[in-house]
């Protein structure tokens, strides 16, 4: 069955960096894209980024771009998500999550890793 | 970046239903496809509905969804105390600078 465990996450400084890791399992990861979606406490859902099943195209929600940068490796499985510049704002629970279908949107979700900011 | 537009909260006593109202423009929600998730207390979001009305196998038909013009609905129907959750919609949003996810701010469903 499919499988998204995301690791990585841990209490940060503001301006330092993190790079968290979802790896994938129980389907053809070269066959989908891949999502970050991440959610505050408390808060509703934030999309931070997405990948393309081939790894050529990028997206990224407005409060990151510049900042965070979404990558993947198909012999290892995993998505990555570097982020740089680290914001109190950032504190948040980071899902990984696959597509439906090629262009669709989040059907399967990882159970999250949490990202504290904090001085 | 805004979301689309969902009322904070909705109620019904079980076997009731309830519906869930998701609002946006012609960049997302009227040239794409609509998608809802369930997110119970402390667990991560579930699919309930994609492409603007199908069920994941697994999903009661309970759960209905639609879309007309810049709206969607999500429908609960024969309610049960397992459905107490927190229920967002989402959708592709067309943009100059690319394309971007847009979330609904979320509602939260009691049962009475």
């Known amino acids: 069955q499919v499988r998204l465990v995301e690791s990585g996450g841990g209490v940060v400084q503001p301006g330092e960096s993190l790079r968290l890791s979802c790896a994938a399992s129980?389907?053809?990861?070269?066959?989908?894209?891949m999502h970050w979606v991440r959610q505050a406490p408390g808060k509703g859902l934030d999309w931070v980024a997405f990948?393309?099943?081939?790894?050529?195209?990028?997206y990224y929600g407005d409060s990151v771009r510049g900042r965070f940068t979404i990558s993947r490796d198909s012999s290892r499985t995993t998505v990555y998500l570097h982020m740089h510049s680290l914001r109190p704002e950032d504190t948040a629970i980071y899902f990984c999550?696959?597509?439906?279908?090629?262009?669709?949107?989040?059907?399967?979700w990882g159970q999250g890793t949490l990202v504290t900011v904090s001085s | 970046q805004s979301v689309l537009t969902q009322s904070p909260s909705a109620s019904g006593t079980p076997g009731q239903r309830v519906t869930i109202s998701c609002s946006g423009s012609?960049?997302?929600?009227?040239?794409?496809?609509v998608y809802w998730y369930q997110q119970l207390p402390g667990t991560a979001p579930k699919l309930l509905i994609y492409?603007?009305?199908q069920r994941p196998s697994g999903v009661p038909d309970r759960f209905s969804g639609s879309k007309s013009g810049t709206s969607a609905s999500l429908a609960i129907s024969g309610l049960r105390s397992e459905d107490e959750a927190d229920y967002y919609c989402?959708?592709?949003?067309?943009?100059?600078?690319?394309?971007?996810?847009?979330f609904g701010g979320g509602t939260k469903v009691t049962i009475l």
């Open positions: 999550a696959k597509e439906h279908a090629n262009g669709e949107l989040l059907d399967f």
């Open positions: 129980g389907f053809v990861f070269s066959d989908y894209g």
């Open positions: 990948i393309r099943y081939d790894g050529d195209s990028q």
């Open positions: 012609s960049s997302n929600i009227e040239n794409n496809y």
């Open positions: 492409k603007n009305n």
């Open positions: 989402a959708a592709w949003h067309d943009s100059l600078s690319g394309p971007y996810v847009m």
